[in-house]
T-cell receptor
Framework: GESVGLHLPTLSVQEGDNSIINCAYS??????FIWYKQESGKGPQFIID?????DKRQGQRVTVLLNKTVKHLSLQIAATQPGDSAVYFC????????????FGIGTKLQVIP | DAGVTQSPTHLIKTRGQHVTLRCSPI?????VSWYQQVLGQGPQFIFQ???????GRGNFPDRFSARQFPNYSSELNVNALLLGDSALYLC???????????????FGEGSRLTVL
C-alpha cells in the first residue's frame, strides 16, 4: 500500500528542454547550498554547490542560483536528458564544524523522451 | 576505484530486535557519517565519526549508536527497533574532518531496513 511521504513534487520535462528545480531554504546562516541527485536504489550524488556569498554558479549543463533575500535556491539543467531522471534534493551545510548536511524536500524530475 | 560500500543491502527485522549496519569508506577517507532516509523524504544526519571519535550527532534517540574502527570502517547499531526505524540508512565518507568542499562527501547506496 501507499506510504505517507511518497508524494514528492514532480516536474515533467520534455527531453532536450531546460529544467528548473526550485527550493526554499530556512537557515540563513548556512555557508553552503548544495544540490544532490538521487537515482532509484542509489545514494545521493553531489551535483553542484554554491557558497552563501555568491548568487550564481555554473557547472557542466547545470547552473545554481541563490537568492538570499527570499531564501530561494534553484537548479537549472540545460538540454535535459533521460539520464537526468531522478529525485533532486537541495541541501545546506555550515563551513567548518562537523559534516552535517541538512537536506530539503526532494523534487522528482521525469524526462519525457 | 571502489566507492563507499555498505552491507547488508537489504534486511528485515522485527520490532524489539537489534541491527548492525556496516560501512567501508573510500580508500584514504578518514571520516564517516551516517544518515537515515525515510521513504519519500531527504536524508537526516545521525552521526559523524573521524579518527574513531564522534564528531557530531543528530537528533536521534540513544537507541542509535555507532563506532569507527582503526581501518576507518564504521558500524551503526540500532537497539529495540521500532516500526518507524524502517528506512534507507546511508553512509557517507570524506577525506577530512571538516569538509570545506562539499563535493568531497560521497554517499554509499545504503542499507534498506524494514522493521515488521
Amino acid at each position: 500500500g501507499e506510504s505517507v511521504g511518497l508524494h514528492l513534487p514532480t516536474l515533467s520535462v520534455q527531453e532536450g528542454d531546460n529544467s528548473i528545480i526550485n527550493c526554499a531554504y530556512s537557515n540563513s546562516a548556512s555557508d553552503y547550498f548544495i544540490w544532490y541527485k538521487q537515482e532509484s536504489g542509489k545514494g545521493p550524488q553531489f551535483i553542484i554547490d554554491i557558497r552563501s556569498n555568491m548568487d550564481k554558479r555554473q557547472g557542466q549543463r547545470v547552473t545554481v542560483l541563490l537568492n538570499k533575500t527570499v531564501k530561494h535556491l534553484s537548479l537549472q539543467i540545460a538540454a535535459t536528458q533521460p539520464g537526468d531522471s531522478a529525485v533532486y534534493f537541495c541541501a545546506e551545510k555550515n563551513a567548518g564544524g562537523y559534516q552535517k548536511v541538512t537536506f530539503g524536500i526532494g523534487t522528482k524530475l521525469q524526462v519525457i523522451p | 576505484d571502489a566507492g563507499v560500500t555498505q552491507s547488508p543491502t537489504h534486511l528485515i527485522k522485527t520490532r524489539g530486535q537489534h541491527v548492525t549496519l556496516r560501512c567501508s569508506p573510500i580508500s584514504g577517507h578518514k571520516s564517516v557519517s551516517w544518515y537515515q532516509q525515510v521513504l519519500g523524504q531527504g536524508p537526516q544526519f545521525i552521526f559523524q565519526y573521524y579518527e574513531k571519535e564522534e564528531r557530531g550527532r543528530g537528533n536521534f534517540p540513544d537507541r542509535f549508536s555507532a563506532r569507527q574502527f582503526p581501518n576507518y570502517s564504521s558500524e551503526l547499531n540500532v537497539n529495540a527497533l521500532l516500526l518507524g526505524d524502517s528506512a534507507l540508512y546511508l553512509c557517507a565518507s570524506s577525506p577530512r574532518d571538516r569538509v570545506t568542499n562539499t563535493g568531497e562527501l560521497f554517499f554509499g547506496e545504503g542499507s534498506r531496513l524494514t522493521v515488521l
